[in-house]
């Protein structure tokens, strides 16, 4: 009996594959799909492997080249650091520099201005020598050209000098050593200048002689000669005649008003207004105080 049980184990056939497959096609099925996704999962690790080992790549050379730029940047700054320093150094030196400037500049300048004084000094003295030559010189103004006989000059001054003095008071004692027409320009008809006729300038032996003419004239006023305005004046040189220049406006009121007057070596106007004496070195201040004085009544 035993023999019979095993043999009929032994005889029973088992299940066969294509039986297998029939009886479970969803399991066959599940089992695809999954051998499909560790397929498609494996891809898209290899994918993603390889991403990351270009970025890796992109990456490594990206740094290297920051690294390059770092070496350069740093170069860049070694090179601008001795710049600096060298540049540092020439500043202080340019400061030393400018400092010893100012220095010199200022003992310059202090020297400058003492020497503007000292020419100013140099010239008032040379101004002054220079008239004091001229002191005993008279200008003649209005004696008509030609009036002298040829060249005489002389003879004509003395013509009009012995008409000017009085007859008590010849010009038998008066020595004049030269006299001459002033340099200028005369029209074709060689009778006047543009402005008139040339001044007469006229040089006398003795101070006095030359004090006593222009005193006669200043006592006489407004004197002619042969019909025509004679005029005398003291030779300054230029720049003391721009500087009494200054003052014609004021001697015109002046002598409107009949104000006494006169006027200072070199430029110094003195007016006498009522019982007060002014004194002027300026212009317009003597012509603002000379316009507001009216002149009182002799009989208030």
């Known amino acids: 009996m035993n023999r019979g049980k095993n043999s009929r184990i032994k005889s029973t056939p088992g299940p066969k594959i294509d039986q297998m497959i029939r ?52 170069d860049c700054l070694d090179s601008l650091k001795s710049d600096l320093a060298g540049l540092s150094g ?7 520099r400018v400092s010893q400037l100012e220095d010199e500049n200022a003992v310059l300048t202090a020297s400058t201005a003492e020497l503007k004084s000292k020419v100013a000094q140099l010239e008032d003295r040379i101004q002054y020598q220079e008239n004091y030559s001229r002191r005993n010189n008279l200008r003649i103004k209005g004696v008509p050209e030609l009036s002298e006989k040829g060249d005489n000059v002389l003879e004509c001054v003395m013509d009009v000098l012995r008409a000017l003095l009085p007859q008590d008071q010849g010009t038998d004692q008066i020595v004049i050593e030269r006299a001459h027409r002033v340099p200028a320009t005369l029209k074709e008809n060689r009778r006047n200048t543009p402005a008139g006729p040339r001044h007469i300038l006229v040089r006398f032996l003795r101070f006095t002689d030359k004090e006593k003419i222009r005193l006669r004239a200043r006592e006489v006023g407004t004197f002619h000669w042969r019909g025509n305005k004679i005029e005398f004046f003291p030779d300054f040189t230029r720049e003391v005649q721009e500087k009494r220049s200054k003052f014609f406006e004021v001697r015109r009121m002046c002598r409107a008003k009949g104000l006494k007057y006169n006027t200072q070596y070199p430029a110094v106007f003195w007016v006498s207004l009522g019982k007060e004496r002014l004194r002027f070195e300026d212009a317009t201040a003597a012509k603002k105080m000379i316009d507001k004085y009216q002149p009182t009544e002799e009989g208030d």
């Open 23 to 74: 009886s479970n096609p969803r399991a066959n099925e599940a089992n695809a799909n999954t051998s499909m996704e560790t397929l498609a999962d494996a891809g898209t690790d290899s994918m993603i492997l390889n991403e990351i080992r270009v970025m890796n790549r992109d990456l490594q050379d990206k740094i290297q080249q920051v690294g390059a730029d770092v070496i350069t940047i740093k």
């Open 90 to 96: 020439r500043m202080g030196e340019a400061e030393n």
